[in-house]
């Protein structure tokens, strides 16, 4: 199972960007995706995620009200909205899922099996 997340970049603050999570490989079965990003000299963090089933969603207080998590299942592809972006949403975005045991959303990390390889976003002041 591969993770494939794309469409960070170097943005102004106040811009916006969407980020894509696609999966490649064999069919697998998740209970959730979520993003998580990492800081430069910070440990790693939770953004957002969503249960496919049914499109419950959970966000981090930093993001409330600026980012819009969504899948589409049609095409096993998640996707972050991030509006407003500020320069401290600086970090390394990584797309993953969990197994396929239902259960709540979740911000933990451990939860997560599969893992995406990563997409820069750098927001500029």
């Known amino acids: 199972v591969q993770l494939q997340a794309s469409g960070g970049g170097l943005v102004q603050a106040g811009a916006s960007l969407r980020l894509s999570c696609a999966t490649s490989?064999?069919?697998?079965?998740?209970?959730?995706w979520g993003w998580f990003r990492q800081a430069p000299g910070k440990e790693r963090e939770f953004v957002a995620a969503?249960?496919?089933?049914?499109?419950?969603?959970s966000y981090a207080d930093s993001v409330k009200g600026r980012f819009i998590i969504s899948r589409d299942g049609a095409s096993n592809t998640m996707y972050l909205q991030m509006n407003n972006l500020r320069p401290d949403d600086t970090a390394v975005y990584y797309c993953?899922?969990?197994?396929?045991?239902?259960?709540?959303?979740?911000?933990?990390?451990?939860?997560?099996?599969?893992w995406g390889q990563g997409t820069q976003v750098t927001v500029s002041s």
């Open positions: 969503i249960r496919w089933r049914d499109a419950v969603r």
């Open positions: 993953a899922a969990t197994g396929p045991a239902y259960g709540p959303v979740t911000y933990r990390d451990s939860e997560y099996v599969y």
């Open positions: 490989g064999r069919p697998f079965s998740s209970n959730a």
